[in-house]
């Protein structure tokens, strides 16, 4: 294993089996069972308990394995590789309510937490109400003062895991008026409320993630103890925003080993499948999407990796990159699968053969654009950063240290403290980009400085248009015009990221200039990749698919039977 892939990955990926293996408990048969019965996958909870997964979202200094982001990405791939249910509904919903705990929590708060969970136990994160979707200023569940007390009263909905769970994390008003200091999080021991103080609402049916157990509460009048409140009275709104910017950033980047299946899926069917007297993998515009899917994957973790390694290194730009990665990433990832769609055609859609796990990771997909927060409401958290970034980085700012890039390199203890609800217009990746051709390049890589000088060109004019950027185009009311804007810089962004990742890179493959100029060519244009650089790519995915290897990065070994491989 590399740096960028922790050793543990290995035991995990053993752990799970084979998924071709229909006598596997977690396989793929059984992964799709689970999903027509609309239940979690019990063998696959019971292997991710055994393995102590939970310990992956707890900080050391608490007894867990959270030392990395980048480290915690390419675990939970394994699993969302397998069945994004597991993912998100055994692993991904504590991790979110954890970091809450971790950002603003006491240490008595966080180690009862962490105890709880390293424990195999559950905790989630109640903040969402239907009325009010990703307007959480907008939250009605109340938190009044009784004395020394607390009193719960609300309903929170479409919460994963919230009747399983043994503490919640609630998102609640403790200021009748309004303003950034109306609402607190406070964290509820379940065991605690006495009565039938709390209720369980009926579980939220759902077309994708069906085994995800998405339910409800309804508070009336449940005191806490005061104690419970995570950090200062009316902070909640600033912690979540804070916790979000770890989990915006992460959450997107692991659902990228559902692409990996569902390509691998989509070559294994296109390599059976016989079309107009060849195999249909032989059919050029078919070769042409699949090797445009494997681009789009690598460029997905790519700026999914160095916005992890973000939270370490430049936290108080993360505010930015955050939104940026969660934008980027699930379009990435939802267009992709979309695009392997169409060249099934039906098969995209049964139930049943040897695609049939196709669907299912088309449908658990599908949340990765609006889940947790929504891709609209990232451009709305960009906009108003636009203009200082513009005036205060982009062409005379300080560049990210090389460490963010080169993904083989250690890195410093997560630091929640650092997090910042603003970057105070700190970009260093954007930055990067002038200090970038400054440097010596190899004479092989003329094309993608020639590149890397019109995004520097693209980048100056772009700052024109932001830096004029009136103050009533910031927010909600603002036009699409000006929302483009958003889409733009994610662009932008995404290209340096992946420019220097490859400079960075020792890795043979991500030290080849040839995946980025797919990655630069699918940015600026949607017509076909040029010839050579197609050829390359393809015999590169079609070398990773008969030696099992992913299709990402870090283009790891996955674990198969040999009697599988025949």
Same mark, same amino acid.
């Given at each position: 294993?590399?740096?960028?892939?922790?050793?543990?990955?290995?035991?995990?990926?053993?752990?799970?089996?084979?998924?071709?293996?229909?006598?596997?408990?977690?396989?793929?048969?059984?992964?799709?069972?689970?999903?027509?019965?609309?239940?979690?996958?019990?063998?696959?909870?019971?292997?991710?308990?055994?393995?102590?997964?939970?310990?992956?979202?707890?900080?050391?200094?608490?007894?867990?394995?959270?030392?990395?982001?980048?480290?915690?990405?390419?675990?939970?791939?394994?699993?969302?590789?397998?069945?994004?249910?597991?993912?998100?509904?055994?692993?991904?919903?504590?991790?979110?309510?954890?970091?809450?705990?971790?950002?603003?929590?006491?240490?008595?708060?966080?180690?009862?937490?962490?105890?709880?969970?390293?424990?195999?136990?559950?905790?989630?994160?109640?903040?969402?109400?239907?009325?009010?979707?990703?307007?959480?200023?907008?939250?009605?569940?109340?938190?009044?003062?009784?004395?020394?007390?607390?009193?719960?009263?609300?309903?929170?909905?479409?919460?994963?895991?919230?009747?399983?769970?043994?503490?919640?994390?609630?998102?609640?008003?403790?200021?009748?008026?309004? $303003?950034? /200091?109306?609402?607190? *999080?406070?964290?509820?021991?379940?065991? !605690? +409320? @006495?009565?039938? &103080?709390?209720?369980? #609402?009926?579980?939220?049916?759902?077309? $994708?993630? /069906?085994?995800?157990? *998405?339910?409800?509460?309804?508070?009336? !009048? +449940? @005191?806490?103890? &005061?104690?419970?409140? #995570?950090?200062?009275?009316?902070?909640?709104?600033?912690?979540?925003?804070?916790?979000?910017?770890?989990?915006?950033?992460?959450? @997107?980047?692991?659902?990228?080993?559902? #692409?990996?299946?569902?390509?691998?899926?989509?070559?294994?069917?296109?390599?059976?499948?016989?079309?107009?007297?060849?195999?249909?993998?032989?059919?050029?515009?078919?070769?042409?999407?699949?090797?445009?899917?494997?681009?789009?994957?690598?460029?997905?973790?790519?700026?999914?990796?160095?916005?992890?390694?973000?939270?370490?290194?430049?936290?108080?730009?993360?505010?930015?990159?955050?939104?940026?990665?969660?934008?980027?990433?699930?379009?990435?990832?939802?267009?992709?699968?979309?695009?392997?769609?169409?060249?099934?055609?039906?098969?995209?859609?049964?139930?049943?053969?040897?695609?049939?796990?196709?669907?299912?990771?088309?449908?658990?997909?599908?949340?990765?654009?609006?889940?947790?927060?929504?891709?609209?409401?990232?451009?709305?958290?960009?906009?108003?950063?636009?203009?200082?970034?513009?005036?205060?980085?982009?062409?005379?700012?300080?560049?990210?240290?090389?460490?963010?890039?080169?993904?083989?390199?250690?890195?410093?203890?997560?630091?929640?403290?650092?997090?910042?609800?603003?970057?105070?217009?700190?970009?260093?990746?954007?930055?990067?980009?002038?200090?970038?051709?400054?440097?010596?390049?190899?004479?092989?890589?003329?094309?993608?400085?020639?590149?890397?000088?019109?995004?520097?060109?693209?980048?100056?004019?772009?700052?024109?248009?932001?830096?004029?950027?009136?103050?009533?185009?910031?927010?909600?009311?603002?036009?699409?015009?000006?929302?483009?804007?958003?889409?733009?810089?994610?662009?932008?962004?995404?290209?340096?990221?992946?420019?220097?990742?490859?400079?960075?890179?020792?890795?043979?493959?991500?030290?080849?200039?040839?995946?980025?100029?797919?990655?630069?060519?699918?940015?600026?244009?949607?017509?076909?990749?040029?010839?050579?650089?197609?050829?390359?790519?393809?015999?590169?995915?079609?070398?990773?698919?008969?030696?099992?290897?992913?299709?990402?990065?870090?283009?790891?070994?996955?674990?198969?039977?040999?009697?599988?491989?025949?």
């Amino acid at each position: 294993m590399t740096t960028l892939v922790p050793e543990r990955t290995d035991a995990l990926e053993r752990l799970l089996g084979d998924p071709a293996d229909p006598s596997n408990p977690v396989g793929t048969r059984a992964v799709l069972d689970a999903d027509e019965r609309g239940e979690m996958l019990e063998a696959g909870e019971r292997a991710l308990h055994s393995y102590g997964l939970n310990a992956e979202f707890v900080p050391p200094e608490y007894g867990g394995r959270l030392t990395r982001a980048d480290h915690l990405v390419e675990v939970m791939r394994t699993v969302y590789r397998r069945d994004p249910v597991l993912g998100l509904g055994y692993g991904a919903s504590s991790f979110i309510a954890g970091v809450n705990v971790w950002t603003a929590g006491s240490p008595g708060q966080a180690a009862r937490v962490a105890e709880l969970l390293l424990a195999g136990g559950r905790v989630a994160v109640a903040f969402h109400e239907l009325a009010h979707g990703n307007d959480m200023a907008g939250t009605e569940f109340t938190a009044a003062a009784d004395g020394e007390d607390l009193v719960l009263s609300g309903r929170k909905e479409v919460v994963t895991n919230i009747s399983r769970a043994q503490a919640v994390v609630v998102f609640a008003r403790t200021d009748p008026r309004s $303003g950034p /200091r109306s609402h607190s *999080l406070v964290l509820v021991d379940r065991s !605690a +409320v @006495p009565g039938d &103080g709390i209720r369980d #609402l009926p579980r939220f049916s759902t077309v $994708g993630m /069906r085994g995800v157990q *998405l339910g409800g509460l309804e508070f009336d !009048a +449940v @005191p806490v103890p &005061g104690s419970a409140i #995570l950090g200062p009275v009316g902070t909640g709104l600033a912690t979540a925003l804070k916790a979000l910017q770890i989990t915006r950033t992460t959450l @997107p980047a692991m659902a990228s080993g559902v #692409l990996d299946t569902a390509l691998r899926t989509a070559i294994d069917h296109l390599s059976s499948r016989t079309l107009y007297g060849g195999a249909a993998i032989d059919i050029p515009h078919v070769r042409s999407v699949l090797v445009d899917v494997f681009a789009d994957l690598l460029q997905a973790e790519a700026v999914g990796v160095v916005g992890a390694r973000a939270l370490h290194l430049v936290p108080e730009a993360v505010s930015v990159y955050s939104a940026a990665v969660k934008y980027a990433v699930s379009k990435l990832l939802l267009d992709a699968m979309d695009r392997l769609a169409e060249l099934l055609g039906a098969h995209f859609y049964l139930r049943e053969g040897p695609s049939a796990i196709f669907q299912k990771l088309l449908r658990d997909l599908a949340p990765v654009g609006f889940g947790h927060i929504a891709r609209a409401a990232c451009q709305m958290s960009l906009l108003p950063q636009l203009p200082l970034l513009a005036r205060r980085s982009w062409t005379a700012g300080a560049p990210a240290p090389a460490e963010l890039f080169a993904l083989d390199t250690d890195l410093p203890p997560l630091r929640y403290d650092r997090l910042a609800l603003h970057a105070g217009g700190h970009d260093p990746i954007a930055a990067s980009l002038a200090a970038a051709l400054d440097e010596p390049w190899d004479g092989a890589d003329r094309e993608l400085r020639a590149a890397a000088v019109s995004d520097l060109t693209e980048l100056t004019e772009f700052a024109g248009a932001c830096t004029t950027l009136p103050v009533t185009e910031w927010g909600v009311d603002a036009s699409a015009r000006t929302y483009d804007l958003a889409d733009r810089y994610t662009r932008l962004l995404t290209r340096i990221c992946c420019l220097q990742v490859q400079r960075h890179a020792t890795a043979p493959f991500l030290a080849d200039p040839v995946w980025v100029r797919a990655v630069l060519h699918r940015s600026h244009r949607r017509s076909p990749l040029p010839g050579p650089v197609e050829h390359a790519l393809y015999g590169e995915l079609l070398d990773r698919h008969r030696s099992h290897r992913s299709f990402g990065l870090a283009a790891r070994p996955l674990h198969h039977r040999e009697e599988n491989t025949r």
